[in-house]
C-alpha cells in the first residue's frame, strides 16, 4: 500500500495547498495528515482525491478541534500506525510522541517542521515535514519504506 504523508500545511485554503502533492497523490491508496490542517476546506480537499486518515494539530480551527483525535493508531498491512501531531520543542519530540504509544511499527507526527525517516529502537519515526516545503510517502507491504520529497 502506497500512503501520502502530509502535516504543517499551514493553508487557509484549498488553493495554497503544492500543485506537486496534488499531483504526485493521484497515485496514492491512502493519505494520512498529522495536524495543523488550518481550516477544515484542507482537510475537505484532500478527501477529494483520496481516503484521508488525520488528527488534529495546535494551529487546526475549532472545527477541526471537534472531528479529529488528538492521536490515533491505525492498522494497515498488518502493521501498527501512531499519528500524533505532537507538540513543544523539536528537541526531544520522538522521546515525547513515542510516550504516546505502546507497540507500535511506525509513529507518524508532525509539529517539528522538521522531516524525519529514521527507525530508533525498532520503530519508524516518520515526520513528512512542513506540508509547504516536503511531503513524505510511506510504501507498507512486507517491509515498511519511507521517502520524504522535498520542493
Known amino acids: 500500500m502506497l500512503i501520502g504523508v502530509l502535516s504543517d500545511t499551514h493553508a487557509r485554503s484549498w488553493a495554497e495547498i503544492s500543485p506537486q502533492i496534488l499531483e504526485a497523490f493521484r497515485e496514492v491508496d491512502l493519505i494520512i495528515h498529522a495536524g495543523d490542517f488550518v481550516t477544515k476546506e484542507v482537510f475537505d480537499g484532500l478527501r477529494q482525491l483520496k481516503e484521508v486518515k488525520a488528527v488534529r ?10 472531528m479529529l483525535p488528538e492521536k490515533e493508531i491505525l492498522q494497515i498491512e498488518g502493521k501498527h500506525i501512531g ?15 513515542r510516550q504516546e504509544f505502546g507497540e507500535v511499527d511506525i509513529i507518524i507526527y508532525g509539529h517539528s517542521h522538521v522531516a524525519q525517516n529514521k527507525v530508533i529502537d525498532g520503530i519508524l519515526f516518520f515526520n513528512p515535514g512542513p506540508g509547504r516545503k516536503s511531503f513524505g510517502f510511506l510504501e507498507i507491504g512486507r517491509e515498511v519504506k519511507g521517502e520524504i520529497v522535498k520542493f
Open 83 to 97: 499519528l500524533i501531531h505532537g507538540w513543544s520543542s523539536p528537541y526531544g519530540i520522538e522521546h515525547r510522541v
Open 57 to 66: 494539530g495546535n494551529m487546526d480551527s475549532y472545527e477541526l478541534w471537534e
